[in-house]
């Protein structure tokens, strides 16, 4: 039966090919352009780690006070830590894993005297940056809590400045030179570099393209006077001028991540926060009550506002093209079904049930849908394609046509002609035989 | 032409009617909120930065193995090292001037602070927020930016500091933006403001017409022509350079420093993107803004489109149907331009009733966006305009329909359905 529903469907578009045009054209714009949108939104959106998001945690405390947010006409705490407050907390180990971090942005000496040096970007981090961030290695690994203690000169880098200086070989044992100093390389991490930039949102605000190339121990990074390249925030000028100054100061400039994988270990370290900041009001620090905040990492990434408000404004838009698609789309779905009102009463009146009515419209919806998706696939394609020339290049980057985009397109195109198609279709099974049969 | 008739011919495709005005409705409200945020969008990339944009290009360079500058010692070396790229870049057979900067307009780096008419200020006795600029004596005439009171720094003015000396200093220039905001009743020239809090007064020397702020983000709007100028070298372990090539000369002067800088020092970073030309900075800074109204722009072209179809194809539909009723009208008398005139008017009724809930709609959408998406109130100007719009649209959809039914013969009327 549907085989013949189809012959007749595909005569009936053949029949008005000007409608049939117009709601192929109407469909494949409106879904083309949604999910072009859709796929940039994604693309920001999307969980960096998902496997253990909800087990990443980053602290806020609240070293400024009420009056500084008061006055200051915000009501948040401080994104970062200072450097008191990050190594009392890395100190104290209270988490499964746990690392403060600050972005680096020394030089490099290749070896080869021939080339000119080059510029890496980094992270000065703890040992326990690699497992809890799960990053993945291709030769080596991580260096040890005792190199932490030991501020060892030991680096992890990125596959490709291992490539740049090594040619892509097994790096791990030799030296490389950073800021004038050698350094051991331990571990190559294999094309790390995940969308947002979780770790380090106060910095990046989301999304780089570029990978890191360089990561060291927090604290021989501070021994060699690497200083942040990353933002810092003040309430305060800083009394001691210099790097050392600002490690004294209250200016908050370093990330801190935590793992605590169970209820009860994120309570604890609730209490854990609360507890050291009431020690550092008792000791004079400050006068304020503690406040803390410990949130989980998506909703450390809605808090910052990490997906571009652009970015849900044009998705919100595309979505109305499509509504009014549809709208579109049922309007002449509507004219074109009801044109056949005698060839719907001869049938009617020759016995076919009103399901039979549903089965043959509906499937003429079906075909124009799966028309307007095909269309909308091309489309789609090339809007995406285009989206690389017209959003910026971190963004843009991460909008990538995938099966599943495309098998998306053709399910939205197809049912959301069907939804546009079910009022007309119920508008031609109520046409009356008898009146149909009179008048013709 | 009476209207009775006609809306009891519309009542008989009462879907048809609601799908066409809804349609138009939710267009209506989609286009005028769309092109508001192109509006803003476009009205944000084209405000002036107060630069000679022309000819003006960026050098970022980093030393390897430089003193740390936290030190007195350290510091003079790394002066030393920054005056010698001065002199290499000025003596460049391309390059007009040269001045050590710490950012510029639009590249989304700055150095924020606040001003006051008192020393030690508070956060009660702010005057104004502001952006610094550091550069030496030849920094107002490298940036090309028009002095209009007082003097330029000359080169006894300049002195050099620390990345991280907080030390304030003798003389400043404002902009005319910030003179204005802290001294309402002008003359700004020779008198003294306080910088972050400082003790020591600042002299305002100079004034400037306009120099934006570094920041592009969307909440600096208050203060993004607020800036001050401070004669002085920054001495850190990387250097920006802001360099004016002589007329028509950029692309060969940006050519040159790479080679020259090298040759003079080695021991230095200079990336792919090290030299940079302030046209490829804007264009960097206002990407996200343009492509954002491309990408609107191109929906409510689609959008506009989409809607002209459905009305074409209704009206076909209906002009179909009535092929008969037209005949009979035509036969009795009625002129080619009469049936015309019909469908326009019956098109203007539909649209104008989806203009009135469009009208709303638009409202409602923009007063969500702004909820949700930091977005300014919709000027009335944006609604009417979209309102025009979408009639036009009916207008020019309902037009080729309309001009077939105008030419259906009389002598239809005589055949039989």
């Avoid at chain 1, 060699?224 to 933002?231: A, D, F, P, Q």
């Amino acid at each position: 039966m549907f085989g013949y529903y189809l012959d007749l469907a595909l005569r009936s578009l053949k029949r008005s090919p000007g409608l049939t045009v117009l709601m192929v054209l109407a469909i494949g714009f409106g879904v083309a352009a949604s999910m072009t949108t859709w796929s940039v939104f994604r693309a920001v959106s999307g969980d960096p780690i998902p496997w253990k998001s909800s087990k990443l945690f980053v602290p806020q405390l609240d070293i400024w006070g009420p009056e500084t947010r008061k006055k200051g006409g915000y009501d948040h705490l401080p994104d970062a830590l200072d450097y008191t407050d990050a190594v009392a907390l890395m100190r104290d180990h209270r988490a499964k894993y746990q690392s403060a971090m600050y972005q680096i942005s020394p030089s490099v000496v290749p070896a080869d005297a021939a080339k000119h040096p080059v510029h890496v970007s980094g992270h000065a981090v703890y040992s326990e940056f690699f497992p809890m961030l799960d990053v993945p290695f291709l030769y080596g690994s991580g260096w040890t809590a005792q190199e932490d203690h030991e501020r060892a000169h030991v680096v992890v880098i990125s596959s490709k400045l291992n490539r740049k200086l090594f040619g892509g070989a097994n790096s791990v044992g030799k030296t490389i030179d950073v800021e004038g100093k050698d350094y051991r390389v331990v571990g190559v991490a294999n094309h790390w570099n995940p969308q947002p930039r979780f770790y380090d949102l106060v910095n990046s605000g989301g999304f780089h393209t570029d990978a890191e190339d360089l990561f060291m121990p927090f604290q021989t990074a501070i021994d060699m006077g690497l200083s942040n390249n990353g933002n810092t925030n003040c309430d305060a000028i800083p009394k001691e001028a210099g790097f050392v100054g600002l490690q004294h100061s209250s200016c908050v400039w370093i990330a801190y991540m935590a793992e605590l994988d169970s209820a009860g270990a994120v309570r604890s370290y609730r209490d854990y926060l609360k507890n050291y900041m009431r020690q550092q009001q008792q000791s004079g620090r400050f006068a304020w009550p503690p406040k803390t905040e410990l949130r989980d990492l998506p909703q450390w990434l809605s808090y910052q506002h990490v997906v571009p408000s652009d970015t849900k404004v044009s998705l919100l838009v595309a979505l109305g093209l499509l509504i009014v698609c549809l709208v579109n789309t049922a309007g002449l779905l509507l004219a074109k079904f009801l044109r056949r009102s005698g060839e719907i009463g001869v049938r009617r009146a020759l016995g076919a049930p009103r399901a039979a009515v549903y089965a043959q419209f509906l499937t003429e919806a079906g075909i124009v849908g799966l028309s307007g998706g095909v269309l909308g696939l091309l489309l789609t394609g090339l809007g995406v394609a285009s989206v690389s020339w017209v959003l910026p290049k971190d963004i843009a980057a991460l909008a990538r046509l995938n099966v599943s985009l495309l098998l998306l397109t053709l399910l939205v195109a197809v049912v959301a002609t069907l939804l546009a198609g079910l009022y007309p279709t119920y508008r031609a099974s109520r046409v009356q035989p008898a009146w149909q049969l009179k008048s013709n | 032409m009476t209207i009775h008739p006609m809306i009891a011919a519309l009542r008989k495709h009462k879907a048809g009617v609601v799908l066409i005005a809804l349609q138009i409705a939710l267009t209506l409200a989609i286009v005028c909120n769309a092109v508001f945020i192109i509006g803003q969008r476009i009205q944000r990339v084209d405000r002036p930065t107060g630069l000679k944009e022309q000819d003006l290009f960026l050098v970022t360079n980093q030393w390897v193995g430089a003193p740390t500058g936290d030190d007195p010692a350290s510091i003079q070396k790394l002066d030393s090292l920054l005056r010698e790229d001065l002199v290499t870049l000025r003596s460049l057979p391309d390059v007009a001037s040269v001045s050590p900067v710490n950012s510029m307009p639009l590249l989304n780096s700055s150095w924020n602070g606040a001003v006051a008419l008192q020393p030690g200020a508070t956060l009660q006795t702010i005057k104004a927020r502001t952006t610094y600029f550091f550069g030496d004596q030849n920094f107002v005439t490298t940036m090309g930016l028009h002095l209009i009171a007082g003097r330029d720094f000359n080169a006894g003015d300049v002195a050099n500091k620390g990345f991280r000396n907080t030390s304030e200093p003798n003389i400043i220039i404002v902009t005319k933006a910030l003179a204005d905001q802290v001294f309402p009743k002008g003359n700004a020239i020779g008198k003294a403001i306080y910088l972050d809090g400082s003790n020591t007064p600042s002299t305002i020397v100079g004034e400037v017409a306009r120099l934006q702020s570094p920041s592009t983000g969307s909440g600096s709007n208050a203060s993004v022509w607020n800036a001050v100028i401070e004669p002085a070298r920054l001495d850190g372990n990387f250097a920006l350079y802001a360099v004016r090539a002589k007329p028509g000369r950029i692309q060969a002067a940006m050519r040159e420093v790479a080679p020259a800088l090298y040759k003079a020092d080695p021991m230095r970073v200079l990336d792919d993107d090290s030299v940079k030309s302030f046209a490829d900075i804007r264009a960097h800074a206002y990407r996200a803004d343009v492509g954002m109204a491309i990408l609107m722009g191109v929906i409510c072209l689609i959008l506009l489109g989409v809607t002209a179809a459905g009305i074409v194809g209704l009206t076909s539909f209906w002009v179909g149907q009535r092929h008969r009723q037209i005949g009979v009208r035509r036969a009795l008398g009625a002129r080619k331009s009469d049936i015309l005139h019909y469908f326009q008017w019956e098109n203007l009724l539909i649209a104008g009733g989806g203009a009135v809930a469009g009208v709303g709609m638009a409202i409602i959408l923009n007063l969500l966006l702004m909820k949700y998406y930091e977005m300014n109130r919709l000027p009335v100007p944006y609604v009417l305009a979209g309102v025009v719009v979408v009639l036009l649209l009916g207008q020019c959809a309902v037009f080729a329909p309309a001009r077939r039914a105008s030419n259906v013969p009389p002598v239809v009327a005589t055949r039989s359905a």
